[in-house]
Protein backbone atom coordinates (compact mmCIF):
# COMPACT_ATOMS: atom_id res chain seq x y z
CA UNK A 1 0.00 0.00 0.00
CA UNK A 2 1.30 3.82 -0.32
CA UNK A 3 2.14 5.27 2.50
CA UNK A 4 3.12 9.49 2.20
CA UNK A 5 4.53 10.56 5.57
CA UNK A 6 4.63 14.60 6.37
CA UNK A 7 6.93 14.63 8.89
CA UNK A 8 6.30 18.37 10.13
CA UNK A 9 2.92 18.80 11.57
CA UNK A 10 3.28 22.19 12.38
CA UNK A 11 5.53 24.86 10.73
CA UNK A 12 6.12 28.82 11.14
CA UNK A 13 7.55 31.43 9.22
CA UNK A 14 7.41 34.90 8.97
CA UNK A 15 5.92 37.11 6.16
CA UNK A 16 8.32 37.30 3.07
CA UNK A 17 10.40 34.43 4.10
CA UNK A 18 11.11 31.02 3.00
CA UNK A 19 9.99 27.84 3.90
CA UNK A 20 10.04 24.41 2.82
CA UNK A 21 7.14 21.63 3.97
CA UNK A 22 8.90 18.05 3.83
CA UNK A 23 7.13 15.24 2.43
CA UNK A 24 8.39 11.28 1.68
CA UNK A 25 6.03 8.70 0.18
CA UNK A 26 6.15 5.29 -0.59
CA UNK A 27 5.12 3.81 -3.97
CA UNK A 28 6.16 0.39 -5.93
CA UNK A 29 4.99 2.30 -9.34
CA UNK A 30 7.52 4.25 -11.86
CA UNK A 31 5.09 6.24 -13.41
CA UNK A 32 3.10 8.36 -11.46
CA UNK A 33 2.55 12.34 -10.50
CA UNK A 34 2.98 14.15 -7.15
CA UNK A 35 0.56 17.23 -5.89
CA UNK A 36 0.91 20.09 -3.27
CA UNK A 37 -2.82 20.68 -2.21
CA UNK A 38 -3.44 23.71 0.60
CA UNK A 39 -6.40 23.66 2.79
CA UNK A 40 -6.99 27.36 4.31
CA UNK A 41 -9.41 27.41 7.12
CA UNK A 42 -12.14 27.34 5.04
CA UNK A 43 -11.14 23.77 4.40
CA UNK A 44 -11.48 24.18 0.76
CA UNK A 45 -8.92 21.86 -1.35
CA UNK A 46 -6.72 24.12 -3.72
CA UNK A 47 -4.23 22.91 -5.94
CA UNK A 48 -0.68 24.12 -5.12
CA UNK A 49 1.98 22.81 -7.25
CA UNK A 50 1.97 19.42 -9.39
CA UNK A 51 5.28 17.21 -10.71
CA UNK A 52 5.50 14.68 -13.02
CA UNK A 53 7.73 11.57 -11.64
CA UNK A 54 9.18 11.03 -15.15
CA UNK A 55 10.62 14.81 -15.22
CA UNK A 56 13.79 15.75 -13.85
CA UNK A 57 12.82 19.23 -13.65
CA UNK A 58 11.57 20.41 -10.48
CA UNK A 59 8.06 22.35 -10.52
CA UNK A 60 7.52 25.70 -10.58
CA UNK A 61 4.43 27.68 -10.10
CA UNK A 62 5.24 31.80 -9.21
CA UNK A 63 6.51 31.74 -5.34
CA UNK A 64 6.16 28.14 -5.01
CA UNK A 65 8.41 24.91 -6.22
CA UNK A 66 9.50 21.82 -5.15
CA UNK A 67 12.14 19.72 -4.36
CA UNK A 68 11.55 16.17 -6.09
CA UNK A 69 14.19 13.40 -5.37
CA UNK A 70 12.63 10.71 -7.19
CA UNK A 71 15.47 7.94 -6.07
CA UNK A 72 14.53 8.94 -2.40
CA UNK A 73 10.92 9.40 -2.64
CA UNK A 74 10.99 12.95 -1.27
CA UNK A 75 8.58 15.89 -2.58
CA UNK A 76 9.20 18.81 -0.46
CA UNK A 77 7.53 22.63 -1.34
CA UNK A 78 8.94 25.98 -0.71
CA UNK A 79 7.36 29.14 -0.38
CA UNK A 80 9.23 32.00 -1.23
CA UNK A 81 8.32 35.29 0.15
CA UNK A 82 5.90 33.88 2.64
CA UNK A 83 2.50 35.48 2.82
CA UNK A 84 -0.31 35.94 5.11
CA UNK A 85 -3.08 34.66 3.11
CA UNK A 86 -0.42 31.33 2.84
CA UNK A 87 -1.34 30.46 6.06
CA UNK A 88 -3.54 26.66 5.29
CA UNK A 89 -3.03 23.50 6.08
CA UNK A 90 -0.62 21.81 3.02
CA UNK A 91 -1.49 18.31 1.94
CA UNK A 92 1.20 16.49 -0.60
CA UNK A 93 -0.08 13.91 -2.55
CA UNK A 94 0.99 11.52 -4.87
CA UNK A 95 -1.38 10.18 -7.77
CA UNK A 96 -1.31 6.74 -9.19
CA UNK A 97 -4.84 5.47 -11.04
CA UNK A 98 -7.76 7.16 -9.94
CA UNK A 99 -6.86 8.38 -6.66
CA UNK A 100 -4.94 10.52 -4.52
CA UNK A 101 -3.03 9.50 -1.81
CA UNK A 102 -2.77 12.33 1.24
CA UNK A 103 -0.63 12.86 3.40
CA UNK A 104 -1.24 13.86 7.47
CA UNK A 105 -0.75 17.61 6.40
CA UNK A 106 1.57 20.58 7.72
CA UNK A 107 0.09 23.18 9.42
CA UNK A 108 1.83 26.38 8.35
CA UNK A 109 1.20 29.17 10.45
CA UNK A 110 2.61 33.23 8.09
CA UNK A 111 3.14 35.74 11.18
CA UNK A 112 3.30 39.25 9.88
CA UNK B 1 -13.08 30.36 -14.15
CA UNK B 2 -15.03 26.95 -13.84
CA UNK B 3 -15.23 25.19 -10.38
CA UNK B 4 -16.47 22.29 -8.75
CA UNK B 5 -19.93 23.10 -6.58
CA UNK B 6 -21.42 21.17 -4.40
CA UNK B 7 -24.52 21.35 -2.35
CA UNK B 8 -25.45 21.82 0.85
CA UNK B 9 -22.74 23.28 2.99
CA UNK B 10 -23.54 21.49 6.10
CA UNK B 11 -25.99 18.80 6.59
CA UNK B 12 -26.88 17.75 9.99
CA UNK B 13 -28.65 14.38 9.71
CA UNK B 14 -29.52 11.43 12.46
CA UNK B 15 -28.28 8.16 12.75
CA UNK B 16 -29.99 5.53 10.55
CA UNK B 17 -31.06 8.29 8.05
CA UNK B 18 -30.43 8.69 4.52
CA UNK B 19 -28.20 11.13 2.89
CA UNK B 20 -27.30 11.95 -0.35
CA UNK B 21 -24.65 14.56 -0.92
CA UNK B 22 -24.55 16.80 -4.48
CA UNK B 23 -21.56 17.91 -6.86
CA UNK B 24 -21.61 19.34 -9.66
CA UNK B 25 -18.38 18.82 -11.80
CA UNK B 26 -16.44 20.86 -14.14
CA UNK B 27 -18.58 20.57 -17.32
CA UNK B 28 -15.86 19.31 -19.72
CA UNK B 29 -14.51 17.23 -16.91
CA UNK B 30 -15.01 13.36 -17.54
CA UNK B 31 -13.59 11.51 -14.25
CA UNK B 32 -15.46 11.99 -10.69
CA UNK B 33 -14.46 11.23 -6.94
CA UNK B 34 -15.35 11.42 -3.28
CA UNK B 35 -13.17 11.84 -0.68
CA UNK B 36 -13.52 12.44 2.97
CA UNK B 37 -12.34 14.07 5.65
CA UNK B 38 -12.69 13.35 9.53
CA UNK B 39 -12.31 16.01 11.50
CA UNK B 40 -8.69 16.72 12.30
CA UNK B 41 -7.54 13.23 10.23
CA UNK B 42 -6.19 13.33 6.77
CA UNK B 43 -8.48 13.18 3.23
CA UNK B 44 -9.15 10.11 2.46
CA UNK B 45 -10.36 8.39 -1.12
CA UNK B 46 -13.65 7.32 -1.34
CA UNK B 47 -14.68 6.13 -5.23
CA UNK B 48 -14.34 6.94 -8.76
CA UNK B 49 -16.44 7.16 -11.11
CA UNK B 50 -15.72 7.17 -15.18
CA UNK B 51 -18.35 6.49 -18.03
CA UNK B 52 -20.99 5.63 -15.84
CA UNK B 53 -19.55 3.24 -13.37
CA UNK B 54 -17.64 2.90 -10.38
CA UNK B 55 -13.74 2.75 -11.63
CA UNK B 56 -11.89 2.14 -8.23
CA UNK B 57 -13.61 2.47 -5.00
CA UNK B 58 -11.64 1.82 -1.08
CA UNK B 59 -12.76 -0.37 1.81
CA UNK B 60 -14.92 2.98 3.21
CA UNK B 61 -16.98 2.80 0.24
CA UNK B 62 -18.78 -0.21 1.65
CA UNK B 63 -22.81 -0.85 0.52
CA UNK B 64 -24.15 1.70 2.81
CA UNK B 65 -22.57 3.93 0.06
CA UNK B 66 -23.66 4.48 -3.94
CA UNK B 67 -22.71 7.32 -6.33
CA UNK B 68 -24.50 8.02 -9.42
CA UNK B 69 -24.62 10.43 -12.33
CA UNK B 70 -28.51 11.11 -12.66
CA UNK B 71 -27.87 13.61 -15.51
CA UNK B 72 -25.49 15.44 -17.49
CA UNK B 73 -24.27 17.69 -14.73
CA UNK B 74 -24.70 16.12 -11.02
CA UNK B 75 -22.52 13.69 -9.45
CA UNK B 76 -24.84 12.14 -6.20
CA UNK B 77 -23.00 10.37 -3.22
CA UNK B 78 -26.10 8.40 -1.37
CA UNK B 79 -25.32 7.21 2.30
CA UNK B 80 -28.35 4.75 2.95
CA UNK B 81 -28.37 4.31 6.85
CA UNK B 82 -25.60 6.75 8.05
CA UNK B 83 -23.88 6.12 11.24
CA UNK B 84 -22.19 8.90 13.78
CA UNK B 85 -18.69 7.79 12.05
CA UNK B 86 -19.83 9.00 9.21
CA UNK B 87 -19.23 12.68 10.40
CA UNK B 88 -16.85 14.30 7.88
CA UNK B 89 -16.57 16.64 5.78
CA UNK B 90 -17.21 15.05 1.95
CA UNK B 91 -15.24 16.49 -1.11
CA UNK B 92 -16.19 15.97 -4.51
CA UNK B 93 -13.39 16.29 -7.14
CA UNK B 94 -13.06 16.30 -10.78
CA UNK B 95 -10.93 15.77 -13.87
CA UNK B 96 -10.31 16.09 -16.93
CA UNK B 97 -8.64 13.25 -17.16
CA UNK B 98 -7.25 10.31 -14.91
CA UNK B 99 -3.49 10.19 -13.91
CA UNK B 100 -1.88 13.03 -15.45
CA UNK B 101 -4.40 15.91 -14.68
CA UNK B 102 -5.26 17.72 -11.43
CA UNK B 103 -8.54 16.83 -9.36
CA UNK B 104 -10.17 19.76 -9.32
CA UNK B 105 -12.05 19.78 -5.32
CA UNK B 106 -15.17 21.35 -4.77
CA UNK B 107 -16.10 23.54 -1.46
CA UNK B 108 -17.08 20.26 0.67
CA UNK B 109 -20.18 19.33 2.36
CA UNK B 110 -19.78 18.85 6.52
CA UNK B 111 -21.79 16.41 7.29
CA UNK B 112 -23.13 15.74 10.82
CA UNK B 113 -24.80 12.87 12.33
CA UNK B 114 -26.35 12.77 15.36
Known amino acids: AQTVTQSQPEMSVQEAETVTLSCTYD???????LFWYKQPPSRQMILVIRQEAYKQQNATENRFSVNFQKAAKSFSLKISDSQLGDTAMYFCAPRTGDKLIFGTGTRLQVFP | EPEVTQTPSHQVTQMGQEVILRCVPI?????FYWYRQILGQKVEFLVS????????KSEIFDDQFSVERPDGSNFTLKIRSTKLEDSAMYFC????????????FGPGTRLTVT
Open chain 2, 49 to 56: FYNNEISE
Open chain 2, 27 to 31: SNHLY
Open chain 2, 93 to 104: ASSLGQVTYEQY
Open chain 1, 27 to 33: TSENNYY
